[in-house]
């Protein structure tokens, strides 16, 4: 069975960075489109950044430039770097694995961008 376990989320002043982990157990991780959503307080979950199992990426507007999704096969692993950020990044950022059979979520990781 697989697991998303993310680690990474934490309180930042607003201008610093953050790096976000998601690692995954088992053997489809390299096979599998990985994604970051979040969602803050009051909202609905958003997509932030995805990354296909080719390397392809895509972003929201509203972190294009800022963000950089990446990932390391050989460790079965998901990065987000989240560079510039700003108050209203607060959220929870969940970690998603999805391939042809099969999505799974993360349990999330609180980042609070605040001075």
């Known amino acids: 069975q697989v697991q998303l376990v993310e680690s990474g989320g934490g309180l930042v002043q607003p201008g610093r960075s953050l790096r976000l982990s998601c690692a995954a157990s088992?053997?489809?991780?390299?096979?599998?489109?990985m994604a970051w959503y979040r969602q803050a307080l009051g909202k609905e979950r958003e997509l932030v950044a995805a990354?296909?199992?080719?390397?392809?990426?895509n972003y929201a507007d509203s972190v294009k430039g800022r963000f950089t999704i990446s990932r390391d096969n050989a460790e079965n692993t998901v990065y987000l770097q989240m560079n510039s950020l700003k108050p209203e990044d607060t959220a929870v950022y969940y970690c998603?694995?999805?391939?042809?059979?099969?999505?799974?979520w993360g349990q999330g990781t609180l980042v609070t961008v605040s001075s």
């Open positions: 998603n694995l999805r391939n042809v059979n099969l999505e799974i």
């Open positions: 990354i296909g199992s080719g390397g392809s990426t």
């Open positions: 088992g053997s489809i991780f390299r096979r599998s489109a």
